[in-house]
Nanobody, 115 residues
Framework: QAQLVESGGGLVQAGGSLRLSCVTS????????MGWYRQAPGKQRDLVAT???????YYADSVKGRFTISRDNAKNTVYLQMSKLKPEDTAVYYC?????????WGQGTQVTVSS
Protein backbone atom coordinates (compact mmCIF):
# COMPACT_ATOMS: atom_id res chain seq x y z
CA GLN A 1 0.00 0.00 0.00
CA ALA A 2 1.13 3.53 -0.73
CA GLN A 3 -0.29 6.82 0.37
CA LEU A 4 -0.05 9.93 -1.78
CA VAL A 5 -0.42 13.44 -0.41
CA GLU A 6 -0.65 16.42 -2.75
CA SER A 7 0.04 20.03 -1.87
CA GLY A 8 0.66 23.34 -3.57
CA GLY A 9 -2.74 24.13 -4.98
CA GLY A 10 -4.39 27.49 -4.59
CA LEU A 11 -5.81 30.54 -6.28
CA VAL A 12 -3.74 32.27 -8.95
CA GLN A 13 -4.36 34.83 -11.65
CA ALA A 14 -4.22 33.89 -15.29
CA GLY A 15 -0.64 33.89 -16.52
CA GLY A 16 0.67 32.94 -13.11
CA SER A 17 2.46 29.84 -11.88
CA LEU A 18 2.05 27.15 -9.26
CA ARG A 19 4.04 24.09 -8.30
CA LEU A 20 2.23 21.03 -7.08
CA SER A 21 3.97 18.39 -4.99
CA CYS A 22 3.00 14.82 -4.25
CA VAL A 23 4.77 12.92 -1.51
CA THR A 24 4.39 9.16 -1.40
CA SER A 25 4.77 6.84 1.57
CA UNK A 26 6.23 3.94 -0.33
CA UNK A 27 9.93 3.18 -0.20
CA UNK A 28 9.64 1.73 -3.71
CA UNK A 29 8.79 5.08 -5.27
CA UNK A 30 11.49 4.74 -7.88
CA UNK A 31 9.71 1.88 -9.67
CA UNK A 32 6.36 3.59 -10.03
CA UNK A 33 5.12 5.50 -13.02
CA MET A 34 3.90 8.78 -11.57
CA GLY A 35 1.26 10.98 -13.04
CA TRP A 36 -0.94 13.99 -12.57
CA TYR A 37 -4.60 14.06 -13.51
CA ARG A 38 -7.21 16.77 -13.16
CA GLN A 39 -10.96 16.95 -12.87
CA ALA A 40 -13.00 20.05 -13.46
CA PRO A 41 -16.55 20.31 -12.08
CA GLY A 42 -18.96 18.19 -14.08
CA LYS A 43 -16.21 16.70 -16.21
CA GLN A 44 -14.27 13.46 -16.29
CA ARG A 45 -10.84 13.06 -14.79
CA ASP A 46 -8.23 13.71 -17.47
CA LEU A 47 -4.57 12.85 -17.73
CA VAL A 48 -2.26 15.85 -17.49
CA ALA A 49 1.24 14.40 -17.41
CA THR A 50 3.15 11.23 -16.58
CA UNK A 51 6.72 10.30 -15.88
CA UNK A 52 8.04 6.75 -15.95
CA UNK A 53 10.63 5.35 -13.59
CA UNK A 54 13.10 5.77 -16.45
CA UNK A 55 12.32 9.45 -16.83
CA UNK A 56 10.17 9.37 -19.97
CA UNK A 57 7.53 12.05 -19.91
CA TYR A 58 4.13 12.48 -21.50
CA TYR A 59 1.98 15.62 -21.59
CA ALA A 60 -1.56 16.26 -22.65
CA ASP A 61 -1.69 18.60 -25.63
CA SER A 62 -3.49 21.21 -23.57
CA VAL A 63 -0.53 21.66 -21.21
CA LYS A 64 2.47 21.09 -23.48
CA GLY A 65 4.96 23.91 -23.18
CA ARG A 66 3.37 25.20 -19.98
CA PHE A 67 3.58 22.35 -17.47
CA THR A 68 6.60 20.31 -16.43
CA ILE A 69 6.54 17.06 -14.49
CA SER A 70 9.56 15.99 -12.49
CA ARG A 71 10.41 13.57 -9.74
CA ASP A 72 12.89 13.30 -6.89
CA ASN A 73 13.32 9.64 -6.05
CA ALA A 74 15.35 10.47 -2.95
CA LYS A 75 12.36 12.38 -1.56
CA ASN A 76 9.66 10.03 -2.91
CA THR A 77 8.11 13.11 -4.48
CA VAL A 78 6.72 14.05 -7.86
CA TYR A 79 6.16 17.65 -8.91
CA LEU A 80 4.08 19.49 -11.45
CA GLN A 81 5.36 22.94 -12.33
CA MET A 82 2.55 24.88 -13.94
CA SER A 83 3.20 28.12 -15.78
CA LYS A 84 1.17 30.47 -17.97
CA LEU A 85 -1.93 29.22 -16.21
CA LYS A 86 -5.30 29.70 -17.86
CA PRO A 87 -8.81 29.75 -16.36
CA GLU A 88 -9.47 26.45 -18.12
CA ASP A 89 -6.73 24.87 -15.98
CA THR A 90 -9.04 25.24 -12.98
CA ALA A 91 -9.63 21.77 -11.53
CA VAL A 92 -8.82 19.42 -8.72
CA TYR A 93 -5.42 17.93 -9.45
CA TYR A 94 -4.73 14.36 -8.44
CA CYS A 95 -1.46 12.51 -8.09
CA UNK A 96 -1.31 8.94 -9.36
CA UNK A 97 1.19 6.13 -8.84
CA UNK A 98 1.12 3.00 -10.94
CA UNK A 99 3.14 -0.22 -11.09
CA UNK A 100 1.82 -3.31 -12.86
CA UNK A 101 -1.62 -3.89 -11.31
CA UNK A 102 -1.06 -1.56 -8.39
CA UNK A 103 -2.52 1.92 -8.60
CA UNK A 104 -2.86 4.63 -5.98
CA TRP A 105 -4.43 8.07 -5.89
CA GLY A 106 -4.00 11.10 -3.74
CA GLN A 107 -6.87 13.07 -2.28
CA GLY A 108 -6.47 15.95 -4.72
CA THR A 109 -5.55 19.60 -4.47
CA GLN A 110 -7.64 22.45 -5.85
CA VAL A 111 -6.18 24.79 -8.44
CA THR A 112 -8.24 27.84 -9.33
CA VAL A 113 -7.14 30.26 -12.04
CA SER A 114 -8.94 33.59 -12.16
CA SER A 115 -9.27 35.62 -15.33
Amino acid sequence: QAQLVESGGGLVQAGGSLRLSCVTSTNMFNIYMMGWYRQAPGKQRDLVATMTDGGSMYYADSVKGRFTISRDNAKNTVYLQMSKLKPEDTAVYYCNARYLVEEYWGQGTQVTVSS
